[in-house]
């Protein structure tokens, strides 16, 4: 007989009940997070990430109802916090803040990109309400940071009296999501042009 190679099976990792396994939702995250970046997101299911994390389907199921509460999830943990801006000027934080979300979007420094999972978050949202209203949580951070430069800027007397806060802060998420849903997102580069198109009318 010829020689018979064995070869060592990994078991399946393994979860107690609803309570989360680190290790496990680390594996499952990975492994979504490599299915995307090797063949795509319409590639991205529950059972080709249970394969890869060499996880039980009905774990991931029970954290993650659906692919797009599983989506919801990595989109977290790819986005990282967007820092304070205050430089004393309006135009010079609506810039920074610009160039902030521009590079999140569309990736840098080893980041995932967020436009293309915030694209496939926004269909998903629609005919689930539980994901729309995560999304729209996830939003209200990142706006919550727009609201302070405005109110700053507006205690300083640098915004037009004609517009309102509400007003300036629509102006500046149309822009980005306009860009976000048409798949057109320019660079960082093109923030301080992009913040002084809408200058004009928001400057006192």
């Keep these: 007989m010829g020689n018979v190679r ?33 063949e795509g997101y319409q590639k991205l299911t529950m059972e080709a990430v249970a394969r890869r994390a060499r996880a039980g389907k009905a774990t991931l199921y029970r954290w993650w109802p659906s692919r797009g509460h599983l989506l919801l999830a990595l989109y977290s943990r790819a986005k990282s916090s967007l820092g ?25 420094e080893g980041q995932e990109p967020l436009a293309p999972m915030l694209r496939l978050l926004i269909a998903e949202a629609q005919s689930d309400p539980t994901i729309r209203e995560a999304l729209h949580r996830e939003r209200r951070e990142r706006w919550l940071l727009l ?3 405005i109110r700053r800027a507006e205690e300083r007397g640098q915004l037009n009296p004609a517009v309102t806060a509400r007003r300036a802060e629509q102006r ?7 860009f976000l849903l048409n798949d057109t997102l320019p660079g960082p580069e093109a923030a301080a042009e992009l913040a002084e198109s809408i200058m004009a009318e928001m400057r006192a």
């Design 6 to 38: 064995k070869m060592a099976v990994e078991p399946p990792r393994t979860s107690v009940g609803a309570r989360r396994n680190p290790d496990t939702e680390q594996a499952v995250m990975d492994a979504a997070a490599e299915i995307i970046a090797e």
């Design 147 to 149: 609201e302070n430069i």
């Design 84 to 108: 304070e801006i205050d430089t004393g000027d309006l135009t010079s934080d609506v810039t920074a803040f610009i160039a902030q979300m521009l590079r999140q979007m569309q990736g840098s």
């Design 172 to 178: 500046i998420i149309s822009m980005i999501w306009y």
